[in-house]
């Protein structure tokens, strides 16, 4: 029984390995950011980074946000395999109070795409409390 569930743990462990690192030939070190709460005002911008693990070049052909509060840039030149590339996605907060959680489509050449998610909270803080002058 013993051996049985050592060779079982060790199949599924290999198996998952497996899948996650040729999944789609991209291994992201994330697919996802939560900014926590940000300020209202500046943009709220972040880069994900990813290898390219098939044997042959890749090529980004598009990176799609979900709206037009969030752009993208991306690596416009082909990837090597096992060189990197990154994809940065930039949330406008100006305006925008509140919870927001946007997705950018990302296309590849090989056929595969990916959704990236950025998240968070866009605070707006009142002007902190300073003495007022009092008539005496």
Same mark, same amino acid.
């Given at each position: 029984?013993?051996? +049985? ?47 390219? +693990? ?6 980004? +052909? ?25 994809? +940065? ?48």
């Amino acid at each position: 029984m013993r051996k +049985t569930l050592t060779l079982l743990a060790a199949v599924l462990a290999f198996v998952t390995t497996s899948f996650a690192q040729t999944e789609d030939g991209i291994k992201w070190e994330k697919k996802s950011h939560d900014f926590g709460s940000i300020k209202m005002g500046p943009k709220a911008d972040v880069t994900f980074r990813f290898t390219n +693990t098939t044997k042959a070049p890749v090529v980004i +052909t598009s990176a799609n946000p979900s709206c037009g509060c969030t752009a993208s840039e991306y690596t416009k030149t082909p990837i090597m395999p096992g060189k990197t590339g990154d994809v +940065t996605a930039s949330y406008g907060t100006d305006g925008r109070p509140g919870f927001f959680q946007k997705s950018i489509k990302v296309n590849f050449d090989n056929g595969t795409s990916t959704d990236l998610i950025i998240s968070g909270t866009v605070n707006t803080e009142a002007a902190p409390a300073g003495k007022n002058n009092e008539l005496k």
